[in-house]
């Protein structure tokens, strides 16, 4: 087990950017993991669609890495797949894009569909993104309209959880508190959510609740 390393200077540091990791899952929680690497634990943020593709803890885990470095802050992001981080990567060169806004969209929407509203110019399906507004959206289809081509990596579906759905119901919701929401928002959220769906699938609930969430 191991990761993948590309060695670049910074302030006179040599910095290891780490572009994959394959490991250990020692904890997972809807947007955030950690990976343990020959006995050293990464943490990493992942978008909410990654959490229900997880093993169950202890088991191996493969993730894709982008790594952030800023002045006060070196961050791990993962994801199931290369067109993903590609996407994830393209996000953040968008002028007024960070990396948590960039995470929040690719929470909120798979990877096709997002580059599929981008592509499509649907400023609407953007703006339902906590966090982007009109503006943002415009930005989006302006700058990476011509730069994406479509999407046709799969993201390895979830298992069925309706004998659980109790703790996928938390899972969803401990992800809306992650967002910002308040629990009793989260709560109300997904109880609308869920009601007279048929399917009550981790990624398919959270990305309704994540609409009605206030």
Known sequence: MGGQFDGRMKSGILLYMISHLRGVLLEKHPNQVVVDVNGVGYDVTIPVSVFSSLPEKD????????THVREDAFSLFGFLN???????????GVSGIGPKLAITALSGLTGADLVAAIRGG???????????GKKTAERMILELRDKLGPVT??????SPAASAFAATEEDVISALLNFGATRAAAEAAVT???????????????????????
């Open 122 to 132: 649907q400023i609407e399906a953007l703006v339902r993104i906590p966090g982007v």
């Open 59 to 66: 088991g191996e885990v493969r993730l894709y890495i982008h």
């Open 82 to 92: 290369a067109a993903d981080k590609a996407l994830f990567e393209k996000l953040i």
């Open 192 to 214: 609308k959510a869920r009601s007279g769906q048929e399917s009550n699938e981790f990624d398919a609930l959270f990305r309704r609740a994540l609409k009605l969430v206030r």
């Open 153 to 158: 990596a799969e993201r390895p579906g979830a």
